[in-house]
């Protein structure tokens, strides 16, 4: 049986890596998992037969023999506790690492995700600039939140683990934006996540179906 | 060992049960644990003692033996590994749970967060009044796509799971705006999920904390 997701036909970032099957292409990749690709063109996105693998009309998803995921933070969770590597053996570093995949999700990402609505839904609205430096001033207490818990270690707890993939995730939506310039600690740790063999192998499967 | 959560000294929604500690609260409830609680005055959140619990300086935290947790998702997920009643027993209807968990805080909770901050930190702004609709129609998107997933079971998948903790509490966040009032299916569903004796534990144990 072949673990198959699903990604944008063509991702609306044209291939720079921040939509969400990248997150999970690494998780697998960090497996040692081969997968399959089904690419969903964008119109196709909300028709039932897509709705019936993702409530929400989204990507990724995942399918292994009889189990359909959906939810980015689930399947590379999923992964995680089926192969070696992403998870530590130890039970409370086990818990810690999943409590910072939560909070790359819950409380890190969403006031990126204001960022990214008021770019895009609400661009042309009169009101958008004069909003922006509120959202990167919360977005930025957040970071300066993380980068102080991060201090000088390599990633957040111990070795490398999900928590790491999907924070490393998160904090690459920022980079175009120059945020990360004033948390160097931060943009390190973005460096490290992203210079690791796998997240490259995942970074260039996506790129390939975007400049295909 | 006790376990022992942190909460509010005082919760901003006066005893409403919006705050984060009754999910977890709850949970502990349907695991039948006993919990001891700390509260935290607001103005200790950003103090080295919480940080160090709580990186982003919020609540609630757990506190199990030498175990530390934050993140609420992490910390009902951590709960309903370790006792029956939260997550199914099949593998693959356990994955599809902790699915629904992420979904609630990853993809359903956002756009309601949005609306909490456009009323809370930018409600003095001369936008704001325009923009609540713009908000109020991404959440109703997402409430429409989960009630016709959710239809006429009475849970998201098979019996009730941590999922259903998780997402039934974000949506309770909507109940004072009226909004589920046009998806009486996710209304009925709240409803059900509020009937839970563990439920009306976790919510009563919160008020007491706010109205003594």
Redesign the interface.
């Known amino acids: 049986m072949t673990i198959t997701i699903t990604a944008f036909d063509r991702s609306p970032d044209g291939g720079k890596g921040l939509a969400r099957d990248t997150r999970v292409r690494w998780a697998l990749e960090e497996a040692g998992q081969a997968y399959d690709v089904r690419l969903v063109p964008f119109e196709a996105m909300k028709e039932p037969a897509h709705?019936a693998l993702h409530?929400?009309?989204?990507i990724p998803t995942y399918e292994d023999g009889?189990?359909r995921?959906?939810?980015?933070?689930?399947?590379v969770?999923?992964i995680a506790e089926r192969h070696a590597g992403l998870l530590p053996e130890d039970a409370?570093a086990r818990?810690?690492a999943?409590?910072?995949?939560?909070?790359a999700?819950?409380?890190v990402?969403?006031p990126i995700?204001?960022m990214v609505?008021a770019r895009f839904?609400?661009g042309d609205?009169?009101?958008t600039a004069?909003?922006k430096p509120?959202i990167a001033a919360?977005i930025d207490e957040?970071l300066g939140?993380?980068s102080?818990?991060l201090g000088d270690a390599d990633w957040l707890d111990g070795a490398f683990s999900a928590g790491d993939l999907m924070m490393v995730s998160v904090l690459l939506r920022l980079r175009m934006s120059g945020m990360l310039e004033a948390h160097p600690i931060l943009g390190d740790y973005v460096a490290r996540g992203e210079a690791r063999p796998a997240y490259r192998r995942a970074f260039d499967a996506q790129l390939a179906v975007n400049t295909r």
């Open positions: 709705l409530p929400f009309g989204q009889d189990l995921l959906f939810e980015t933070g689930a399947i969770l999923h409370n818990a810690r999943i409590a910072w995949m939560f909070a999700v819950s409380t990402e969403p995700l204001e609505v839904l609400e609205r009169p009101w004069r909003r509120l919360r957040r939140q993380l102080r818990r």
